[in-house]
């Protein structure tokens, strides 16, 4: 029983990161029906920049959240401006394409700067080298700053989309682009502000997994990137609240393949996950069916 | 029987046995070293696969990013028969086992999965290759992470020839036929096509099925010309690798695809020791056609006269710049 409970505990610390990733593949999907790929990188990125200020500048770990999350902001519209504004009106085909290119070209271009080495994270000391003990069952303050981090994000989030005029305008394009865009809606900067609000969710997940499994690399966004989408797939894509359920279902599954299971599957049955959801319900957890008209 | 004689066909019959005797006659006269023989081989590996690819995506419109999955079954079932049974028989069974058994799998994973449309059936492939990618990687026969090693060689450049035009014979020839045609037709417009009585999910299933059919040929050839095989070769850079040649060629092109094949493996032949640069040059290579020229090199164009002669003026090109 204890075993569970710590899998339970491990496996939401996972999903808040997965969470926290799935949250920026299902708000563009939602906006503009691009799997941005990119997004896997943004996140990478994060975790790059907030070891080098933990390392180069020794900044502590709140100052390095916040500014891998803008640097992150930053780097999220540049690439829709520069990358995917262009091809607002091109064919799905040619969008996914490119979004694959970019991806490519920020881990190459990334491998270039940084070398390909796995790099560890600085030791965390003072409160967040803390381990809890209750009963058998240990809780480390890196779990509580994960998930205590996730909640806020998601919470500031959700006022975002519900309570302001941005959030609004997002509901709107992602509803129908033409029709808010006659209701004077500036699409673009909606689907630019769209980006941003994604790219810091992964800036800040990627320190946060730099803190937690305590290394990084080029390539490290890769997996985690196809299990968030698999996560918002899972929930529905497009909708924020199944992007939160699909993270954390996810991370807790692959906590317990590992943990009770053989640990060299634990991606298989995330993308097994993924075809059986796709094949039994297409629209995800959350979502609706849609009927196709001609 | 008796268009086979026709003057077109006749010519290029006469071009396809020109390119292969040239070839052969380099080879044997020692201007094609070893390591431009590799790189030939990686051309026709890549002809293979992109012109296999470009059915699925290019003509019948199904974006696939599963491609090298299908290529490390037919690599590895073909390893193992000739590992087994080093000799010409078993090597031609292995091959053909290899092809056999891509299939299956393409027709198993292709009846459910090509319901979904466009990104979706994108994403639910690249899972299946991924899941192939960790089976491979946890069995016993494949040795897992360590990989095959010492796979008995058997093709050289008259067995790579063979299969290489054979691919692109058939699948040609497929696209002319009627099949072909309501393939081509699911890309234009799905919902048209079955208004008009072609069934969408048999056509689908049947250039999907195709398609990993010749995916599994060139992963037999890999295996036995590169004699080594690691799951890791298999993984999702290497379905990107393809969709590039595809996509540069032209999505909908089989000459175009030819043409990128080539042009791309010089480019990174030369570019063997910066892995990093070559990953970069094709990274910007994806986004700046995408933004310029989507429909890539030859759009859905061919060349007319013989696509076959053009692989020998581009392959001599390349032997003159060494």
Redesign the interface.
């Known amino acids: 029983m204890d075993n569970f409970l710590q899998q339970v505990i491990n496996g939401i610390s996972l999903g808040s990161i997965y969470a926290l990733i799935a949250l920026g593949y299902t708000m563009v999907y939602g906006i503009i029906?691009?799997?941005n790929f990119a997004h896997c990188d943004v996140y990478m990125l994060g975790a790059y920049i907030g070891y080098f200020c933990m390392t180069s500048l020794k900044l502590g770990v709140f100052p390095s959240l916040v500014i891998a999350m803008l640097a992150c902001t930053i780097i999220g519209v540049l690439i829709e401006k520069i990358?995917y504004k262009?091809?607002r009106n091109?064919?799905?085909?040619?969008?996914?394409?490119?979004a694959?290119?970019?991806?490519?070209?920020i881990?190459?271009?990334t491998?270039?700067f940084v070398t390909?080495n796995v790099r560890a994270y600085p030791p965390m000391t003072g409160w967040l080298a803390e381990r809890f003990k209750i009963g058998n069952m240990t809780i480390t303050a890196q779990q509580i700053l994960i998930v205590a981090s996730t909640i806020v994000l998601v919470a500031l989030l959700q006022f975002i989309v519900k309570k302001t005029k941005m959030g609004k305008a997002m509901r709107a394009v992602s509803l129908d682009k033409d029709a808010a865009e006659l209701m004077g809606i500036n699409v673009n900067s909606t689907i630019s502000f769209t980006f941003a609000l994604g790219s810091a969710l992964a800036g800040a997940a990627g320190v946060l997994v730099g803190i937690y499994y305590n290394s990084i690399d080029p390539l490290m966004g890769?997996i985690p990137g196809?299990k968030a989408?698999?996560a918002a797939?899972f929930g529905g894509i497009g909708i924020i609240p199944g992007a939160m359920i699909g993270g954390y279902f996810i991370g807790t599954v692959e906590v317990f393949v590992s943990g009770y299971g053989?640990s060299?599957?634990k991606?298989?049955v995330v993308?097994?996950i993924?075809?059986i959801i796709?094949?039994v319900k297409?629209a995800g957890l959350l979502g609706k069916n849609t009927k196709?008209k001609? | 029987m008796k268009n086979i004689f026709k003057h077109k066909t006749l010519q290029k019959f006469v071009s396809i046995l020109i390119t292969y005797a040239a070839i052969q006659g380099l080879i044997t006269v020692g201007i094609i070293d070893d390591y431009w023989q590799a790189t030939l081989a990686t051309i026709c590996i890549n002809i293979i696969l992109a012109v296999s690819l470009n059915l699925i995506?290019g003509f019948t419109g199904q974006?696939s990013l599963g491609h090298a999955g299908f290529m490390s079954i037919g690599a590895y079932v073909c390893a193992i028969i000739t590992i087994s049974n080093p000799t010409t028989v078993g090597f031609i069974g292995g091959i053909i086992a290899g092809a056999i058994a891509a299939a299956l799998v393409g027709a198993i994973v292709g009846l459910?999965?090509l319901?979904?449309r466009?990104?979706?059936l994108?994403?639910?492939t690249?899972?299946?290759a991924?899941?192939i990618k960790?089976?491979f990687?946890?069995m016993e026969i494949t040795n897992g992470a360590a990989g095959l090693q010492g796979i008995p060689q058997f093709v050289n450049w008259t067995w790579m020839f063979v299969f290489t035009v054979g691919t692109v014979v058939i699948i040609a020839n497929f696209l002319k036929s009627s099949h072909g045609r309501a393939c081509i037709s699911i890309r234009e417009d799905e919902?048209a096509a079955e208004s008009m009585g072609v069934n969408t999910t048999k056509y689908k299933v049947i250039s999907f099925t195709m398609g990993a059919f010749f995916a599994g040929i060139a992963g037999g050839i890999y295996a036995s010309y590169f004699y080594f095989l690691k799951p890791d070769l298999f993984g999702?850079l290497k379905s990107?690798d393809v969709?590039v040649i595809v996509?540069l060629g032209g999505?909908g092109s089989i000459s175009g695809s030819i043409i990128a094949a080539v042009l791309l493996a010089i480019i990174s032949t030369f570019l063997q020791s910066f892995s990093?640069?070559r990953?970069?040059i094709?990274?910007?290579?994806?986004?700046i056609l995408?933004?310029f020229r989507?429909q890539g090199l030859m759009g859905s164009k061919e060349i007319s006269l013989s696509v076959f002669k053009k692989i020998g003026l581009k392959s001599k090109r390349g032997k003159e710049e060494v």
């Open positions: 029906k691009l799997i990358a262009p091809l091109a064919t799905r085909i040619a969008v996914l394409i490119t694959i290119g970019v991806s490519l070209f881990e190459y271009g491998m270039r390909a890769v196809l989408f698999v797939v053989n060299l599957y991606d298989a993308f097994a993924l075809i796709l094949i297409p196709e001609v | 995506t974006f459910p999965t319901r979904l466009g990104d979706y994108a994403i639910a690249l899972g299946m991924e899941i960790i089976i990687l946890n919902i999702f990107v969709l996509v999505l990093e640069v990953m970069i094709y990274a910007l290579l994806l986004i995408m933004l989507p």
